[in-house]
């Protein structure tokens, strides 16, 4: 099993740009437990304990070459969604509130319910929607994602429905030139 999900390297880093095309970094550092961000010049460090959901669900400390550690990571994220108010006990096939694409939506009992909830991508279970509240993240774009494609390639941010930030991390062949 633990073969079929990615597990990043010790030190990942992700470049790309946000909405005004202003560099965002965000480097990992799983030894640590310390992510350091970058954006509009400024460099800043969260702790993993601190990261913000949306970023934990890609930045774990789990290793390949010890899959227990796999297992305590999963623990860790969902206890995050528990303390965020997804049910993480219940769930149902849906329809993304994003695209319409199928999803599997944890934290919901019926496809129509109003409730916090993570969808998951019905083709490959990676994150597609986080929906907190008036916050929703919307994470695409994962094939052009920088490699090893395990990355959403854009990530947007809403509150009570309005865009308020997109980060984008695609490989070169996708960028907008």
């Not at 480097?27 to 010049?41: N, R, S």
């Amino acid at each position: 099993m633990t073969d079929s999900i990615y597990v990043p390297d010790r030190n990942i880093v992700i470049q790309g740009v946000d909405g005004h095309n202003e560099l965002v970094s965000l480097e990992f550092d799983k030894t640590k437990k310390l992510l350091i961000k970058t954006e509009k010049g400024e460099k800043s460090e969260i702790k993993l304990e601190e990261m913000p959901l949306f970023l934990k669900l890609f930045f774990f400390t789990a290793d390949k070459t010890s899959p227990e550690t796999l297992d305590v990571s999963a623990k860790s994220i969902s206890g995050a969604l528990h303390a965020a108010g997804i049910n993480t006990e219940v769930s149902t096939v849906s329809a993304s509130e994003a695209d319409g694409s199928a999803v599997l939506a944890i934290g919901k009992e019926k496809r129509f319910a109003e409730a916090n909830v993570i969808e998951l991508s019905k083709e490959s279970l990676r994150p597609a929607v986080l929906k907190i509240g008036d916050e929703t993240y919307i994470f695409s774009d994962y094939h052009r994602s920088q490699l090893p494609l395990a990355f959403p390639g854009n990530i947007k941010f809403f509150k009570k429905g309005v865009l308020q930030g997109e980060w984008i991390f695609l490989r070169d062949e996708y960028k907008q030139k």
